[in-house]
């Protein structure tokens, strides 16, 4: 069974950065989705950034510009770069993938899960 193991969380200032990996332990996945998901305390789950097989990414609207999501040839491992960063940003960030070959912002459309690395983000 495919597992996403993330690393990379930890605590910055703002304005700071991080760059987070996930790994895929068994084979890779080469088609479908694969994301970048977050959820803060008290808060749902969010999309953050999405990349399909093709290289299409997509970004959330508040990380736009900041955030720099990629996936290496065989999809063995999905990156995000996070650059100037802010306290809104902190959360737990969690990779996903998808069998959809088109990318969503449904969480529910994600079938495999890692188990999150915490960001935090102080002013």
């Known amino acids: 069974q495919v597992q996403l193991m993330e690393s990379g969380g930890g605590s910055v200032q703002a304005g700071g950065s991080l760059r987070l990996s996930c790994r895929v332990s068994?084979?890779?996945?080469?088609?479908?989705?694969m994301a970048w998901f977050r959820q803060a305390p008290g808060k749902e789950r969010e999309g953050v950034a999405t990349a399909d097989s093709t290289d299409g990414v997509r970004y959330q609207t508040s990380v736009k510009g900041r955030f720099t999501i990629s996936r290496d040839g065989a999809s063995t491992t999905l990156t995000l770069q996070m650059n100037n960063l802010k306290p809104e940003d902190t959360a737990m960030y969690y990779c996903?993938?998808?069998?959809?070959?088109?990318?969503?912002?449904?969480?529910?459309?994600?079938?495999?899960w890692g188990r999150g690395t915490q960001v935090t983000v102080s002013s």
């Open positions: 068994e084979g890779s996945i080469t088609t479908g989705c």
């Open positions: 996903a993938a998808s069998a959809n070959v088109w990318c969503l912002w449904n969480a529910g459309t994600y079938n495999t």
